[in-house]
Antibody
Framework: EVELVESGGGLVQPGESLRLSCAAS????????MSWVRQAPGKGLEWVSV???????YYVDSVKGRFTISRDTSKNTLYLQMSGLRSEDTAVYFC????????????????WGQGTLVTVSS | QSVLTQPPSVSGAPGQRVTISCIGS?????????VQWYQQRLGTAPKVLIY???NRPSGVPDRFSASKSGTSASLAITGLQAEDEADYYC?????????FGGGTKLTVL
C-alpha cells in the first residue's frame, strides 16, 4: 500500500528557509515521478514542482530559483528545499505520486500525503 | 485567476444529478491535454476521481463520470449523496506547467 508522510512545516519569517520531507512507503520514490502541490489557506490547489524518475525537475514560475525538489534513494524520501520564503508561500504542502494518463505531460496526482503547513510571517 | 475556470459553487438534493464545468482554452484543454478531476473533502487531502478525461480509478463509484469537448470538460455526479459534499478541482497542462481550476464547492441540500 502506498503511503506518503510529509513533515518539516512550521512558522518561519520572510526570507528564511525550510526543508519539507515526504517519506514514502509501498513503492520506490526514485522509480516514479513525484510532485509537490500546495494549497493556501481557504484557497485552491497549485502545482509547485515535479521530479521525473530520470531526474528532470520543473517548477511553477513563482518558486523558480527559490525552491529545489530532490530525493534520497536510501531513505526513499522526497524533499522540497525552500529558501527566500515569502508570505505568499504560506500554504499546506502536499507531496503526491504522479500517474500518467498518456505520454508526458499528461500527469495526474494519484496518491497524496496528508500535507504539512508552512506559515511565513513576521 | 486560474487558466481553468470552474463555477465557485453548485448544489443539489440527494439523488439528483449535478454537473461541474471546467472551461479552458486552446493552450490547455483545447490543445489536447488530458483533464483530471479531484475531490477534496473538508480537512483532507485531494483524491483523484477521474484521470485521462474519463477514466475512473478503482474504488471510485460509477456515479462519477466526466467528458471533454473542445476547450472544456465537465464532471457529472448522479445519485447525489451527502458524502459527495466537497470541493472539486479539474486539472490539466498549460504552457509548461500543470494547472488546476479554481475549485467548485458542492453542497448537498
Amino acid at each position: 500500500e502506498v503511503e506518503l508522510v510529509e513533515s518539516g512545516g512550521g512558522l518561519v519569517q520572510p526570507g528564511e528557509s525550510l526543508r519539507l520531507s515526504c517519506a514514502a512507503s509501498g513503492f520506490t520514490v526514485s522509480n516514479n515521478y513525484m510532485s509537490w502541490v500546495r494549497q493556501a489557506p481557504g484557497k485552491g490547489l497549485e502545482w509547485v514542482s515535479v521530479i521525473y524518475s530520470g531526474g528532470y525537475t520543473y517548477y511553477v514560475d513563482s518558486v523558480k530559483g527559490r525552491f529545489t525538489i530532490s530525493r534520497d534513494t536510501s531513505k526513499n524520501t522526497l524533499y522540497l528545499q525552500m529558501s527566500g520564503l515569502r508570505s505568499e508561500d504560506t500554504a499546506v504542502y502536499f507531496c503526491a505520486t504522479v500517474g500518467h494518463s498518456g505520454a508526458d505531460p499528461n500527469h495526474y496526482y494519484d496518491s497524496w500525503g496528508q500535507g504539512t503547513l508552512v506559515t511565513v510571517s513576521s | 485567476q486560474s487558466v481553468l475556470t470552474q463555477p465557485p459553487s453548485v448544489s443539489g438534493a440527494p439523488g439528483q444529478r449535478v454537473t461541474i464545468s471546467c472551461i479552458g482554452s486552446s493552450s490547455n484543454i483545447g490543445a489536447g491535454y488530458d483533464v483530471q478531476w479531484y475531490q477534496q473533502r473538508l480537512g483532507t487531502a485531494p483524491k483523484v476521481l477521474i484521470y485521462g478525461n474519463h477514466n475512473r480509478p478503482s474504488g471510485v463509484p460509477d456515479r462519477f463520470s466526466a467528458s471533454k469537448s473542445g476547450t472544456s470538460a465537465s464532471l457529472a455526479i448522479t445519485g447525489l449523496q451527502a458524502e459527495d459534499e466537497a470541493d472539486y478541482y479539474c486539472q490539466s497542462y498549460d504552457s509548461s506547467l500543470w494547472v488546476f481550476g479554481g475549485g467548485t464547492k458542492l453542497t448537498v441540500l
